[in-house]
């Protein structure tokens, strides 16, 4: 971008900021604050989501995390104050606001029939406090609270927000990892920690894994699913917002401990688990909150998966009337997840008008996974047909290939967020400001995966069941003869230290200003922002061959694996071989084409610098809430990376300018390795509009109607020019001819962006449930997908085939979202303790792709047909019962997956159960058992042949049991 360029973006981004800045600034006529606060008659428990009204004006607030709430610029006179609070009775206060303004404090109780103010604990409390928040939100959200004790009904952000209306999880290793909104791919989401967004600690993903955040840590989380002109505009599912405690949020000294013991059955050992929360308001100025946890669990995986096509032909073009797996691998996993989070909160509030604040969370994510598996190369043999019954759905193959492999690495994920701010009220004026810092860093320090080859092994596969497809074999000795250690020798180990990082810096600064239009209050606000982010991929890997004549007899240990019976039990030993790797390293032999495909073709560092600011209405006229505006972000993103050319060319003599051959009269072949650096840089802007309309027409009715336009920009891998280009050449008719593939990334690759509606309608009936029903429609522009070429030349590279990312026409998602949430208190005599939650979620989407022949419609990756969810609770005396199911339909999550076919993951269904006594108002006993039903994962190629295995997971169910104290 040239300077010119730059300045013109500048310029503009500063005219349209001052004038915003002069027309909120303007003076008015003084008038004073009203504020206030909202908490428990008994146990001072602050309220978040009450909503607050000034009847006379129509004006309307709703409480902050600490139960306060303000109005700026009231007129003197006397109003009337109304509260409302899912769970309880509406109050009602007279204020009268002088010169000098005027200040409220509620204290609110449950219905007459709650005790121990019931209605802020427990599950009840959860519940209470997530549908108060709802209902008092300007946009179309959904919320998760914690009790008033600071408990949240699950072990971590991504389990627990998977109980929301319109969310499912992508799972890893039975554990859900990634958030999906209404659908869409999680890339196309955004998190965020207190409004500040989080980095990604993966290579080329923004998606973040929320599992690496304890629940221990939370306070709220809020899911957004219409943004407004101050929120940025990098969301098209939504953003998920996670808050933390603050010390204000309770009065006085407030102690929460959990001490945990988890149990897997696949693994058998007891994990320990603990977490403490302090805080504390020393005074009306000062408060601190800080939250530890830790968390090791030990657990396994069993998995079968299908590597390659299924095929009706061997290795010798004989074909049989039946499909079978080209390649069968069994894989064994032990895993073993440490979590270790931190939060620290400091409030300082110097006076009534400036409230400051320094937010700090700490995540450390350790994943050790050791994986020891077998591949049955089935394709490589030949059909022995007369001892085959492809009728009965078996086939036997002589010759085949085998391999063993361990892979042994650590995998840890690093996230800090650090933000400094503050809001400073000048009457009408009010200022928030804030600086934040956030690093993000994923590293696979020291892995060793080391392969063993067999060959020349009889074996075959029963491909009656295409779900579970398994070996068989003629003869017990040629089962043994595959289960001989032995016969598999020591062929490569590579080893891979790579580092990512991610680093933000972010700069903000709000001005909202409180006036009149008419008799109907109105607020006009500004604000501008500035994220500048590096990231960072720096990788090592090395390829080591020629490592000596071993075996995998020399370095066996027992597994336990009940999938198959082929590997026998017995697999390779991690501890041995990482042994034996770094005592011999410096005499084995490097092979450094290989070694730099998986190092300097995937390394990059880049940089993206987002310069925004917006200008944003709310007016409220009788009932109805309008929040409207306009804003503007500006995009400058600069990348370095390597090409690598890796390839096989024919020895050329230089005296005759012929071919070089060998004695046997075939060509000389050389390996030659180019590596060539490459940057690239541009820039672009968007205008991002959005209105949301909340309109209450009567009491405990609220409807909404939204409309936003939002961007996500592509993914760093896919838009950073980093490649892979080998090539081979050989001699044809006295001719040298070349084929040359690769996978390459797209800078030329535009931002997808998307027109979002929303619209819904919300009953809160007897003030203590929710009925709602909402519809949404997403129109996506420049959906990103990876197309496979041929025969096509880029940037002067002719390629036979090459994989590169591109942008599509475009995508449409529309669903519905049905909801309904109550404590059935309404019941008799111990069924008043029923609690219920449902949610169903129904989504239809579309995308036009071209796949290199033709022109196709697919549902959008990652999308879910249909997600639903039922919560069943009791509560009644110190007895807390909880049932959970949560479904998750089928969904494409790979487009022409190995060219067999579309890979789709298959549908899910998980049940959860829970169990508490409280001992006493301090001590809580409980029970936890998650998966219970043993729901496995499923994975299939998908044709129009049907379906058929691509892989196949199971975990078996964990045990929690523990016991909470707070005081």
Wanted: proline residues 3%; glycine residues 8%; aromatic residues 10%.
């Amino acid at each position: 971008m040239s300077f010119e360029t730059q300045r013109k973006h500048v310029r503009r981004t500063a005219m349209v900021s001052v004038s915003a800045l002069a027309m909120i600034t303007a003076t008015s006529a003084f008038a004073a604050d009203v504020t206030g606060k909202v908490k428990t008659q008994n146990s001072a428990v602050s309220l978040e989501g009450a909503v607050i009204k000034i009847e006379e004006l129509n004006r309307r607030a709703s409480t902050g995390s600490d139960g306060t709430f303000r109005f700026s610029n009231v007129p003197a006179g006397e109003y009337t104050i109304i509260v409302s609070y899912i769970g309880t009775e509406p109050m009602m206060k007279k204020v009268t606001v002088s010169e000098e303004g005027g200040r409220l404090e509620f204290t609110i109780a449950g219905k007459k029939d709650d005790i121990e103010e019931i209605f802020v604990l427990g599950q009840r409390g959860s519940l209470n406090s997530s549908i108060s928040k709802q209902r008092a939100s300007d946009n179309v959200a959904n919320y998760l609270s914690a009790d008033a004790a600071g408990n949240f009904p699950d072990q971590n952000v991504t389990e627990a927000v998977r109980r929301i209306v319109g969310l499912s999880v992508e799972s890893d290793q039975g554990e859900g990892r990634y958030v999906i909104i209404r659908g869409l791919d999680p890339n196309l989401s955004s998190s965020s920690v207190g409004g500040v967004r989080l980095p990604s600690p993966e290579g080329g993903d923004r998606k973040v894994a929320l599992d690496v955040i304890p629940s221990e840590l939370l306070e709220t989380v809020e899911v957004t699913k219409s943004l407004t002109p101050e929120m940025d505009g990098d969301a098209i599912g939504g953003n998920v917002d996670i808050k933390t405690l603050s010390g204000f949020d309770k009065d006085g000294l407030f102690v929460k401990a959990k001490v945990e013991g988890s149990y897997n059955r696949q693994q058998d050992e007891i994990n320990p688990k603990f977490g403490l929360t302090v805080a504390n308001a020393f005074n009306e100025r000062f408060a601190i909150a800080g939250s530890f946890s830790f968390y090791n669990r030990k657990f396994g995986t069993d998995n079968l998966e299908i590597d390659g096509d299924w095929l009706n032909e061997d290795d010798e073009d004989q074909e049989i009337d039946a499909l079978y797996p080209e390649e069968l691998e069994f894989r064994d996993y032990v895993v073993e997840r440490r979590r270790i989070g931190a939060a620290l909160n400091l409030d300082f509030r110097p006076n009534e008008d400036h409230d400051l604040y320094i937010r700090g969370l700490y995540s450390d994510f350790k994943d050790t996974e050791h994986r020891s598996r077998m591949e049955l190369k089935l394709s490589d043999g030949e059909f022995d047909l007369d001892a085959s019954d492809v009728g009965a759905g078996y086939v036997y193959l002589d010759g085949i290939e085998a391999d063993r492999d361990m892979k042994d690495r650590i995998e840890t994920q690093k996230i800090l967020s650090v933000v400094a701010g503050g809001e400073s009220r000048f009457d009408e004026l009010t200022a928030t400001y804030s600086i934040a810092y956030s690093k993000a860093e994923e590293a696979e320090p020291d892995r060793v995966d080391t392969d063993f080859k067999g060959e020349d092994f009889n074996g075959g596969v029963s491909f009656l069941d295409r779900m579970m497809p398994g070996s068989v074999f003629k003869s017990q000795a040629d089962l043994d003869g595959i289960r001989d250690l032995s016969a598999y020798e020591l062929d490569t180990i590579e080893y891979t230290d790579n580092i990512t990082t991610d680093k933000q810096l972010a700069f903000k600064l709000d001005l909202a200003y409180d006036t009149y239009w008419g008799d109907n209050p109105v607020q006009l606000k500004w604000g501008a922002k500035a994220r500048l982010r590096e990231k960072m991929l720096d990788a090592n890997f090395l390829v080591y061959e020629d490592l000596g004549d071993f075996s995998l007899a020399d370095f066996s240990t027992t597994i336990d694996y009940p999938l198959d019976f082929a590997m026998g039990n017995v697999g390779p030993d991690n501890g041995a071989l990482r042994d034996f790797f770094f005592a011999n390293r410096s005499a084995f032999e490097l092979n450094a084409i290989d070694s730099a495909l998986g190092d300097e073709a995937i390394e990059y560092d880049a940089s993206e610098d987002i310069y925004a600011t917006y200008m944003q209405g709310r007016v409220d006229i009788g009932g109805l809430r309008i929040v409207g505006g306009l804003r503007y972000e500006y995009t400058d993103f600069k990348t370095n990376s390597n090409f690598v050319f890796a390839g096989e060319e024919v020895v050329i003599d230089p005296d005759t300018g012929t071919p070089v051959l060998d004695e046997d009269g075939d060509p000389e072949t050389e390996d030659v390795l180019n590596v060539s650096p490459v940057s690239r840089k541009r820039d672009y802007d968007y205008f991002l509009p959005s209105v949301n309309l909340r309109w209450e027409p009567r009491e405990n009715l609220v409807t909404r109607l939204a409309y936003f336009r939002s961007v996500v920009r592509p993914n760093i891998s896919k838009v950073v020019p980093t490649g892979v280009i080998e090539y081979e050449e050989e001699l044809e008719d006295g001719e040298v001819e070349r084929t040359t593939e690769g996978e390459i990334g797209n800078p030329g690759l535009v931002p997808m962006w998307a027109n979002n509606l929303d619209a819904s309608i919300e009953w809160y009936p007897n003030n203590d449930a929710v009925l709602s029903v909402g519809v949404f429609y997403k129109d996506i522009h420049n959906f990103i997908v990876d197309r496979t070429l041929e025969e096509v030349t880029i940037n002067g590279v002719y390629f036979d085939e090459v994989v590169r990312p591109y942008n599509g026409d475009k995508g449409t998602i529309k669903g519905v979202e049905l909801n309904y949430q109550q404590a059935l208190t309404f019941l008799p005599g111990l069924l008043d303790g029923l609690i219920v939650g449902l949610n169903y979620t129904y989504v239809d989407s579309e995308a036009e792709i071209f796949d290199g022949e033709e022109t196709r419609v697919i549902p959008m990756p990652k999308t879910s047909k249909n997600i639903a969810n039922i919560v069943l609770g009791y509560e009644k005396g110190p007895i807390s019962l909880r049932a959970a199911m949560t479904y998750r339909d089928e969904y494409l999550d790979e487009l022409n997956a190995g060219g067999f076919g579309d890979r789709y993951v298959l549908d899910h269904t998980q049940w959860d159960f829970s169990a508490s006594y409280a001992i006493n108002d301090n001590i809580k006993i409980y029970g936890e058992v998650s998966n219970a039903n043993d729901e496995p994962f499923r994975a299939v190629y998908r044709n129009e042949g049907g379906d058929f295995l691509m892989q196949h997971e199971q975990y078996d169910w964990t045990a929690n049991m523990g016991v909470k104290v707070k005081f």
